[in-house]
Structures are given as structure tokens and as C-alpha cells.
């Protein structure tokens, strides 16, 4: 109990032992505590003090609650996900995720500076701008092209023909980035000969989908042309199939 004296004397006694402090109370009840990072920083030269927020310091809602949905929706997120009827979350929590790896990163490269100067430091990620960070490159092409571009579900945004096809047992993902890839397509699909590369992603991919029905392509023989990623599900069979030569097992987090 940080508000208990003895309690927050043991805190510090840990703290004056530690590399690394990190917490994501937020800024107004850590300062308060007098657990915020600059206060730690200060009393202990040599720690790494990082702290996780929703928006960052000293904005109007430094202390406003966060969440990975919320943090989504406000990043526009939503905007350039789903369909072009319906906008739609990312389906895991990608600013919660990504935040904590700018976090480590920065810990990292916070540690690395400390071997040479001796000298801890002040760390700080927030959700906000981590989510935006992730959505630059269409906030490049809108703010420096003009470039406004729809939702568009599982197609590509810059590649085509880019989707998701439905094939004899199953579906594939084919993304096609450039000449070179398509030439590569297994030709009993037909793509390489049937598609014009000046033709809308639309359209690219409506063709290409035909194909694929009607070549009565399986999943396994589409990927073997190196492009194709093969759908699966999030569970213990797809996991083990595409990642046991990396020595990475399921697992479940309680």
C-alpha cells in the first residue's frame, strides 16, 4: 500500500535496487503517490522509470482511463478497417500490444545509453500516439498525396489483385505485388494470362476470384507457388503447423 508510509519507504528500498520501474497508474495519482517517473528519476539517477499512459503527458486527458477499443476508435482505426458499409476494430488489441513494444524498446535503448553514461532516464509510451504512429502510412498518402482511400476489407490497399479466395478446401490469401509475383503464380490458375496489370484492384480481384473457383485450385497447391498465405484459424493445429520449426508452441495465458 503505496499510501502507507512504511510501506512506501519499502518501495523505494526496491526501487534503489532495481534497473527498470514501470507502471501505467496514471500520471495524476502518481504524482501523488510520488511515484511518478521524473520523482523517481530524480531519488534513484540510475533507474530506467517508464510509464504506459492512454494519451501522454500533459494533454487534457492525461488522466483520462484508456482502452484498446476506445484507443482504436480515436485513432481512426475504424476508418480504414472493414468494409465500405460497415467499419470494423482491428481483431486483436494492437495498441495495447504495440505500445508495451515501443515501451520495451525504448527500456532497451534507455539501458544501452545507461552502460555508457551511467545515467537512468524517463520513459514514456501512450496508446494514442502509438496507434497513429501504426496508421502513418495512410496519413502520409492523405496528408502529402490526397489520397483518401475506402475501406476495403480483405483487398489490398496498394497491391492487386490482393484478397481473400475461396478455393476447392478453403480459402487463400493472394497478394500479388507486382510483375515478378504474378509471374510466379501457378499457371493452371490462369491469372498471369487473364488479368491486365492496368486494371482497377476491384476488378483484378473480382477476375482473380473467378479463376480460383473454376480452377478447382486446393489451398496446399496455391501456397506451394510461394504467394498464397492459407487461411487458418487462431488455435493448436494452424499454430503448430506454421511455427513449430521456430520452436513456438500454443500456449494459453491465464
Known sequence: DLK?????????????GADVFIHNVSPRAALKLGIDA?????????????????????????DDKAYDLAIQAEAGVFS??????????????VADIASGMYA?????????????????????AALLPTALMLSNA??????????EKPRMANRGTSVAPCDLFAVKDGHVLLQVAGLLVLSALPPGLGIGASIAWVATAQGLCGVAKDLAKTAGKSAVGLSAGGTPGRLMNLDRKSTRLNSSHLGISYAVFC
Open 104 to 124: 520495451l524498446t525504448s527500456i532497451l535503448a534507455a539501458l544501452v545509453r545507461r552502460e555508457r553514461t551511467g545515467e537512468g532516464q524517463l520513459v514514456e
Open 4 to 16: 502507507a508510509e512504511d510501506d512506501l519507504a519499502t518501495f523505494h528500498t526496491l526501487i534503489a
Open 80 to 93: 480504414v478497417s472493414g468494409t465500405e458499409a460497415e467499419m470494423s476494430k482491428v481483431g486483436f488489441s
Open 138 to 147: 495512410f496519413l502520409i498518402e492523405r496528408e502529402l498525396l490526397g489520397v
Open 38 to 62: 521524473p520523482s523517481l528519476v530524480a531519488a534513484h539517477p540510475h533507474l530506467i522509470a517508464a510509464e504506459v499512459s492512454g494519451y501522454g503527458p500533459g494533454g487534457p486527458r492525461t
